[in-house]
């Protein structure tokens, strides 16, 4: 739609008329200078509500910005540094089992990797084997079902019991049960590990805090936002990485270089910037947030074209990220691109991973750590290529996952 109408399009989806808007300069109106006018959409709402609750990514106005401000402050800079040592030894641990010539599924490495540091540094709990199979399950399932429902015109009423619905309603009870454990481990010790989870119910405590039901809609998020979108990066950053040796050759002089076999801390960062735009790149051609949606609270402008209350409006970041009027060659894997401060020169939200604006991404800082300090970490000691004979294709659900998975030979470096 953009390449054949342009920056502002208006579409009908079966009786739903719906607005798809391509031009940073109206990014911006809604997402920045807009931002109180637009919540989330009834649909992003209706499908994910079952599992997220009121949770930060769907809830809105007065709320929303109340519970922000709640969780804030443990992806403050100091925080986040402060889980660096994690990362990179759940990292170390992972990898103790892979072996060269070994074919591994990646992408479900990655997951639960990123799982483990997510539990682990928000709050200080640990999974079981089986609790970290049930999630990687439940997360498929949820992905599935509410990518689905995305593309569906007509839905069953909430009351019928599909079993599409059964699978999803064990799916959440998964990650509920999970959460439940840890808040009772929390409840029992009372000992605060300085983490968000006993950060959230000390505001449970509080007078006009917290309720018990926000703190489990807060937790479900930040565990599924937290961790799926990183692996999926990280993901599409190993194939990548194995379909142009010269950028892996260059990130592999740069992690000898630097860190000469020894492991990546947090004062290393500033250091790697290629093996920073490598994963700047990856989010360029594969956001995993690929949709990023709104519905005005009034009739609006958007540049020149009027918006009534309540419609659909859709932001593509995939489809900005490619359009050649900001990035040359803007289909090509190229990480070099970002180390001449690009994103300096860049209008503003030609390139927007993360969104922009108040509801910016509260885990932004957290994932480009983590995303680089991972990479670091394997690239050091192995290097990834598809296994011989599989495909890989984009599976557009709520994230942009690999529709086939990601299977990769193992080869020590
Ligand atoms: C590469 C990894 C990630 C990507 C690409 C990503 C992308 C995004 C995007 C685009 C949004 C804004 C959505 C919108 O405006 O409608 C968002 C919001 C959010 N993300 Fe992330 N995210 C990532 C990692 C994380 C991590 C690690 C966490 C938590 C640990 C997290 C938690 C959240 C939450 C809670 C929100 C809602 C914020 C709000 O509305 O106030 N994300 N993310």
Partial sequence: MAREYGDFVQFDFGPFRMYFVNHPDLLHQILVEGAAKYYKTRLTKALLRPSLGEGLLINDGEPWKRQRKLIQPAFHAACIAAYADTMVTYTEHAMAEWQAGQTRWIDHDMMTLTLDIVIKTLFGEQLTPQEREAVGQAVDIGQKQVGDGFKTLFRMPAWVPTSARRRGEWATGVINDIIARFIAHYRQTRQDRGDLLAMMLAAVDEDGGMSDAQARDEAFTLIVAGHETTANTLTWAWHLLSQHPQAEAALHAELDRVLGGRKPTFADLPALTFTEAIVKETLRLYPAAYIIAREPQ???????????????????????????????????????????????????????????????????????????????TVAQRFQLRLAPGRRVEVDPLVTLRPKHGMPMVVQAR
Avoid: Q, S
């Fill in 298 to 376: 009034e009739d609006v402008c958007v540049g020149r074209y009027a918006v009534p209350h309540g419609r659909p409006i859709l932001i593509a970041p995939y489809v900005t990220h490619r359009d050649p009027r900001w990035f040359d060659e803007p289909n090509t894997f190229k990480p070099e691109r970002w180390l001449d401060d690009l994103e300096k020169r860049l209008p503003k939200l030609a390139y927007l991973p993360f969104g922009g604006g108040p509801r910016i991404c509260i885990g932004n800082a957290f994932a480009m750590m983590e995303a680089r300090l991972i990479l670091a």
